[in-house]
């Protein structure tokens, strides 16, 4: 069965760094598909970036980037220039790639990222 | 604009009483899903479904019941509704053909059983 684990609960940063969030994984598959979503204030759940397991490229949209180290089943959230409405929490996800495609993602506990000015 | 929208968005139920969650999608997807959301737990994968007339069982889906009549219509149904189901539900669909999986979720619908 697979897994995700986010062992950081909360990350508080000062306006314009750089920050890390940590997600590692646990799967039989050979193929699948890595996500973060980012969850606002407002309870609104929005995709932000994905990583496909048989690309070695970094995944890079906008101002997110991901870290993923494929021996270590790791996928690291990295969010440059930060900016204060990147406060939220944010979820790594995983979904296997073998069967059926139903699209069932399994989710990590969260990471609240508070950004201060 | 391609949207997933939930009904009601905040309810309270006591305890024992019958409560149905819906969920109207505007994205024309096949795939459909019902997530409960615990503060400390992310979110936790209750009933799916793949088409109309059909649901499948997610990773916790005891004491909750599903209904796809059509492809833009999904419910979850709390047919005695307990204590411990107070949570977010989010409802979420994404396309048969998108093999990447992502999800679009609706705004979350807040139940509070008493």
């Known amino acids: 069965a697979q897994k995700v684990t986010q062992t950081q609960t909360s990350i508080s940063v000062m306006e314009k760094t750089t920050v890390t969030m940590d997600c590692v994984y646990e799967?039989?598959?050979?193929?699948?598909?890595l996500f973060w979503y980012k969850q606002t204030a407002s309870g609104e759940i929005v995709f932000l970036i994905r990583?496909?397991?048989?690309?070695?490229e970094n995944a890079t949209v906008g101002h997110y980037s991901l870290n993923f180290q494929k021996p270590k089943s790791s996928i690291g959230l990295i969010i440059t220039a930060t900016q204060i409405e990147d406060s939220a929490v944010y979820f790594c996800?995983?979904?296997?790639?073998?069967?059926?495609?139903?699209?069932?993602?399994?989710f990590g506990h969260g990471t609240i990222l508070r950004v201060h000015p | 604009e391609a949207a997933v929208t939930q009904s009601p968005r905040s309810k309270v139920a006591v305890t024992g009483g019958k409560v149905t969650l819906s969920c109207h999608q505007t994205?024309?997807?096949?795939?459909m899903y019902w997530y409960r959301q615990d503060t400390g737990h992310g979110l936790r994968l209750i009933h799916y479904?793949?088409?109309?007339?059909?649901?499948e069982k997610g990773d916790i889906p005891d004491g909750y019941k599903a209904s796809r009549p059509s492809q833009e219509n999904f419910s979850l149904i709390l047919e005695l509704a307990s204590l411990s189901q107070t949570a977010v539900y989010f409802c979420?669909?994404?396309?048969?053909?998108?093999?990447?999986?992502?999800?679009?979720f609706g705004e979350g619908s807040k139940l509070t059983v008493l």
């Open positions: 979420a669909s994404s396309d048969a053909q998108c093999t990447t999986g992502q999800l679009y």
């Open positions: 799967t039989q598959d050979s193929s699948y598909f």
């Open positions: 990583q496909d397991s048989y690309k070695k």
């Open positions: 996800a995983m979904r296997e790639g073998t069967g059926a495609n139903t699209g069932k993602l399994t």
């Open positions: 994205n024309n997807h096949d795939y």
């Open positions: 479904s793949y088409v109309a007339d059909s649901t």
